[in-house]
């Protein structure tokens, strides 16, 4: 195993502050009111303190539970009703100045510390419970600084998770394995326009590397007599390397519901993932995608007989988004969805089934027909031989699955997840645009699956759609690939877009 | 009607009042004796009965309290027993710190924010409040034989 610092293992630093108001008289007045001993300062000290507690343990221990979320020291920050902090206190807060990657404040007549801090030091911020929430946002917002309002816990856990899959993308740094340039492949015209753009916009690096590189490092102890790079002591899969092949493959094999695909093809494949997982720890990568049609054509695939399809589906369970067809996109894609709900998605061909009687369009993908085309259109589908066993979450179990091979020769080996057995279910789908400025998210509902017998790229899930129409004018303006998960995770993808300043489009 | 709640009030306090008398007359009290009697000074405070209180959760206990007392027809109640302010605080809690305040001016100790956050349960507070009377009996007896002792100097001479 390989150390690959993974963006599934990042986590969110979160600051609680609060703004106690300790009035130094006692007094009433249009904004105070109460029997005289509730209005003193030993009142207030107490009080204070009491909420500052009641927060930190209630509030602040209900967001510590949830995975990623790592909660530093909460603030306690007096201040008189003469409303202002010493510089004692303001440095409290300065001190957590690039440790915290977002500051909840919360407490009353709280808002103006928050603003000027907020401004002053340019950290995201967050007001949490009345009355700061909803003011201290719009103060902000409207002066052009990060800041959010948080409705309740759930508000807060979604607000938190997105931050997190935000600073996890940018700890995103794809291996990306391609053959002749590094914008887009044969396979993915519908790539970024600009991956410099998206390194701006999302903080997400690309590390290219050359296929006919990779291809020769799955040569095991020829470090140095690669036709690639002669006399060069690089990565090549070594005998350690090997062994951890010949394990895994065994347990791949022994773990499966059926397999047709014979050892040695399997062990062909999972030298990919390896030697995959070993450039990602060398070059800093925790992400990898790799040309399809670009790197069959040259007809070393042939040769080395595997495909990338098993490693898609092996690095996806493992938290290492992996995407096909040099889809740089899809794969940030991936990234963002792992890392938004804990589950492991899955990135297919999407597309609107076609059908005229019993009739379907577009057979060559594994699509046939099903009863549900008799009930309603708004079916689509989404097919590819890269399912994984946790699209349901890196914390469940396994789904169980069976081997097969990709190609008619037999090797290639590919996972398959029979998706008939979870018919009902809830699917999101999501997928950044080409332009990385708008997110599309669309919710389906599971009909059947496809190809869980079949060989090929032919694998998949039927789903049913709001509107079929709707959403296939709205995806021809993201692309093909969409990554899915089971579970409704719409407003989750809605609070992403909303840190990342993208437009949702949602179907 | 404000002559019935004026008596209630005043009974209420009188009543709580001779717990605090009956704790302080004592020079040596045992720990279990003084939760005994502050106790009883708790559920009089609160309007309480004491098969009322079915747990030793102090926040819980001011809780029903507050339930109680919201039952109670309008201007029943003392002010302070409804207190309530904005900014997040339960009625629960300000009810806590009102009793808190209350113990401070009546026992002469001096509970402040840190011993507030510290009290959980009764258990925690009957704790915290026998070791002030204890530490300021202890004062009061270094204080008094110093007194002595300048008596007997003077007195001597």
């Known amino acids: ?507 | 009607m404000r002559q019935k709640i004026k008596e209630r009030i005043l009974r209420q306090q009188k009543l709580s009042q001779n717990f605090v008398d009956l704790i302080l007359s004592q020079k040596y009290m045992d720990q279990a004796e003084f939760k005994k009697l502050f106790f009883a000074y708790m559920c009089s405070k609160f309007s309480l009965e004491t098969e009322e209180v079915t747990t030793d959760n102090f926040y819980e206990i001011c809780q029903i309290s507050a339930e109680k007392v919201a039952k109670m027809p309008h201007g029943e109640l003392d002010a302070a027993e409804s207190a309530s302010k904005c900014g997040g605080a339960t009625t629960a809690m300000n009810k806590k710190i009102l009793f808190l305040l209350a113990v401070n001016r009546e026992y002469q100790i001096q509970l402040d924010a840190d011993d507030s956050i510290r009290i959980d349960t009764f258990s925690d507070l009957t704790d915290c409040v026998y070791q002030k009377l204890i530490e300021k009996r202890r004062q009061q007896d270094e204080t008094e034989s110093s007194e002595d002792c300048y008596v007997e100097k003077y007195a001597g001479n």
């Open chain 1, 1 to 507: 195993m390989y150390d690959v610092k993974k963006s599934v293992d990042v986590e969110l630093n979160v600051q609680l502050v609060y703004t106690a108001l300790i009035h130094e008289y006692a007094y009433e007045g249009p904004c105070r009111f109460g029997p005289p001993e509730a209005l003193t300062q030993e009142f207030d000290l107490m009080n204070q303190a009491e909420i500052f507690k009641m927060w930190t343990q209630g509030y602040g221990g209900a967001l510590s539970q949830i995975p990623g979320i790592h909660l530093l020291d909460p603030l306690y920050i007096k201040m008189s009703d003469e409303f202002f902090i010493t510089d004692e206190e303001e440095q409290k807060l300065a001190d957590c100045v690039g440790k915290a990657d977002i500051f909840i404040f919360t407490g009353m007549r709280g808002e103006g510390i928050m603003k000027e801090f907020a401004m002053r030091y340019h950290v995201p911020v967050a007001g949490e419970g009345m009355f700061a929430s909803t003011i201290e946002h719009a103060v902000l917002n409207a002066r052009g600084y990060e800041s959010y309002a948080i409705l309740d816990l759930p508000d807060a856990i979604r607000l938190l998770k997105a931050l997190r899959a935000r600073k996890a993308l940018q700890r995103t740094k794809v291996l990306a394995v391609t053959r002749n340039n590094s914008q887009y492949s044969m396979g993915g015209q519908d790539a970024f326009i600009s991956n410099d753009m998206v390194t701006k916009k999302l903080g997400a690096r690309f590390n290219y590397f050359s296929f006919h590189e990779f291809l020769d490092m799955m040569h095991v102890n020829e470090h140095g007599k690669n036709h690639t790079l002669p006399g060069r002591q690089v990565y090549n899969l070594t005998d350690k390397d090997m062994e951890e092949v010949k394990e895994w493959s065994q347990e791949l094999s022994d773990g499966s519901a059926e397999n047709d695909v014979q050892q040695h093809y399997i062990e062909n494949s999972v030298k990919a993932a390896v030697l995959i997982e070993k450039l990602c720890e060398h070059f800093g990568c925790n992400a990898f995608t790799a040309v399809c049609p670009d790197g069959c054509a040259t007809r070393r695939m042939n040769e080395e007989q595997f495909t990338f399809c098993f490693s898609h589906s092996l690095l996806n369970e493992m938290g290492i988004p992996s995407g096909c067809e040099y889809d740089l996109l899809g794969t940030l894609s991936i990234a963002a969805l792992a890392n938004l709900t804990g589950k492991a998605p899955y990135m297919g061909n999407t597309q609107p089934c076609i059908w005229r009687g019993k009739q379907v369009e577009g057979e060559f993908a594994g699509i046939g027909y099903i009863e549900d085309m008799d009930r309603t259109q708004n079916i689509y589908y989404s097919g590819h031989a890269t399912p994984n066993r946790l699209i349901h979450g890196f914390d469940t179990e396994k789904t169980p699955y069976a081997l097969r091979p990709f190609t008619h020769s037999g090797w290639g080996a590919t996972m398959r997840i029979d998706f008939s057995q979870y018919r009902g279910e809830t699917i999101t789908l999501m997928r950044f645009d080409p332009l990385c400025e708008k997110i599309m998210v669309a919710k389906g509902t599971v009909l059947d699956g496809f190809g869980y017998h079949a060989t090929g790229c032919t694998e998949g899930v039927y789903f049913e759609v709001a509107d079929k129409y709707e959403y296939f004018h709205k995806q021809a303006k993201f692309g093909l690939h969409m990554p899915l998960v089971f579970g409704d995770h719409v407003d989750d993808v809605r609070m992403l877009g909303e840190v990342l300043g993208m437009e949702v489009v949602t179907a």
